[in-house]
């Protein structure tokens, strides 16, 4: 058990699954001797050589087709894209090629890659550096995506992405690499040692996709998030002082439904929150389950709480972010009814 | 009966990595760099195929002594090559201020281009006013040499109440239409296909204008490259292709890129397309070839392939340390030098020019970039502001604004 960052638990995540298995391969940009301009894959090059992880050429397309080619002969790739922003030019790749490779030749050859980004805002990086495209992928068939919230999870997960034998994107909340977030941009930043769930265990460990967590049990209303917004909805339910039931979703395809529908029979309430923009957000095709699901369990109308339609604006960070004052408003909106 | 076949060896596979990393010394001395003069300079309408060699030769003009050597010498009048000193050393200037207001956290973020100032001065001086040019982030240069105001970028990078831009896009992030200056795009090697077109546009229109697009070595590997390549060549686009070989690429070097086993511009002769390899540290050389790309564009002749051989002497960006992947100082040993010390050497040489006027001439760039810092501070910061109103974060997602943006714009209060 070690005490660790995001950052960290990827790392380690990664580490244990290049010493496990001979098939494990990281690749992208800047992710071999340097690391990682988020120093992800740190010191990993030095351990497990240059034919194991290594820098690519500055092509998404490319990296997300080199990634199935390895995956066709047997490998189980690690693809990082340098930002979620930048995943656009392999879009062809991911959503023509490895999400239906399955399928197109009745199993004969897949695509276990796993795909992943750092994804969100919070750290000024403008409209090319925050976005949350998640929405884009969950909508791809064949493709599963997977967003954690802790270092715990964070590895956990990682692991069970690449054991996965689909294709898997992995979005990691960059506003969570060095510590949890609750939406105060003004309040100094927390270290994650100072949160439970940066307690991370040696060695392999996994958690099952699809398999929400509850992270914080109440009775009031359900509160449907991931990422970061798991622990600004945290915050929100605190100082609204609501007793919200959280769920953080950890995988959104295959989405826990299960979990989703024993919460909202209970509470009768919901709000869904995402930092991506509103319309065909994935918080619509939430929103339209728990319709489906919990009809007659509902006592309100379900809340969307997400960022507003616009690109993510520079100097507007924070009016833009889908903060706790927002989420607050949104729980005593569905409190009243 | 056939002898049984031998047992292949098992294969490995090949990793570029550079010849040092830190903690050695920086060395330079594999570096073929031929002697200034030497390289030939075809007529304009020399077919690709009859110029291969300047895709793998060096275009250099100024000598170690700050001579204008060689047929590619273009014999620039010294109120020109003291108008480009001028913008270079205000890049330069301008640089270093808006660094330190990074460190200061008056603004998130900067990108310098130290090392490359006579890259963007000597094209935009090298092309007409009127032509349009599709940059990337390192070549703030081509505003200061089209006297852009310095006023205007900074505010750009402030996020201010004075910025074009409604502090929509992270800094340095420049537009400006009147400028000629295309909307730099964070996602690399967009320009280039685009400047394409709008290079087929002029073309189109029976229009007289050119378009120029620059691309860094590392994202040549993106796809918009080989599009551009592609079409340009295709449609014969009146377009000039610069390349910026400054052997970096945040943390890989440009083996990564495929620069391992040919040069940059040899990528354009599979394509058909004229390509040169220029010194771009050398003043006059990137002056020279980026005209002869010019007047063949302007004389319909088509595309042309610049390489410009530089190296980036600074960080990437204010968010990057060099020194954690290769030797520390390494831009100070490069062996085409600098690009503002060649070309003050040269207006020494051509005796227009004193160590006593360089100094005056520091000093009112100095005081020029200091008196513009004062002002689009006066306008705003990233920390403390004022900035447009946040309700402008709603206008131009559309040019008419639907019901829900409306309505999320209400909502917000704004
Ligand atoms: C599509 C895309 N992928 C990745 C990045 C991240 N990124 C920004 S700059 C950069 C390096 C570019 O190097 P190069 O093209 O050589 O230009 P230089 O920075 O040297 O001027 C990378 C990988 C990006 N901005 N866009
Ligand atoms: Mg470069």
Redesign the pocket.
Known sequence: MATMTMVQALNAAMDVMLTRSGDVVVLG??VGYFGG?FRCTDGLQRKHGRARVFDTP?T?AGIMGIAVGMAAYGLRPVAE???A??I??ACDQLISEAARLRYRSGGEFTAPVTVRAPYGGGIFGGQ?HSQSPEAIFTHVAGLKTVIPSTPYDAKGLLISAIEDDDPVMFFEPKRLYNGPFEGYHDRPVVPWAKHPASEVPDGHYAIPLGKAATVRSGTAVTILAYGTMVHVAMAAARDAQVDAEILDLRTLVPVDIEAIEASVRKTGRCVIVHEATRTGGFGAELSALVQEHCFHHLEAPIERVTGWDTPYPHAFEWEYFPGPARIAEALRRVMEE | MDAPMPVPAPLSLHVPEPPQRPGSEIDFTGLAVQPAGTARRPAIDCPAADMTDLAYDLVRVLDDQGHAVGPWDPALAPDTLMRGLRSMMTVRAYDERMQRAQRQGKTSFY?K?TG?EAIAVAQAMAVDRSDMLFP???QQGLLIARDWPLVDMMCQVFSNAGDRLKGRQMPVFYSSKEAGFFSIS?????QYSQAVGWAMASAIKGDTRIAAAW??????A?GDFHHALTFASVYRAPVILTL???????S?F?GI?GGERTTFAARGLGYGIPSLRVDGNDFLAVFAATRWAAARARANLGPSLIELFTY?AAA??TSDDPAKYRPENAGAHWPLGDPIDRLRQHLIALGVWSEARQEDLAREVAEAVQAAGKEAESLGTLDKGPYHSARTMFEDVYKTMPWHLERQRRQAGV
């Open positions: 940009e800047d301009v500055i998404e894209m340098q930002f922003d930048y656009y030019p090319t | 990108m281009c490359e990337t982030y390192r964070g996602n690399l090697g967009t691309i860094g070595e590392g994202a040549t993106e910026v070989n400054n052997h970096w690429a945040i890989s440009h890129a980036r990437h960006s």
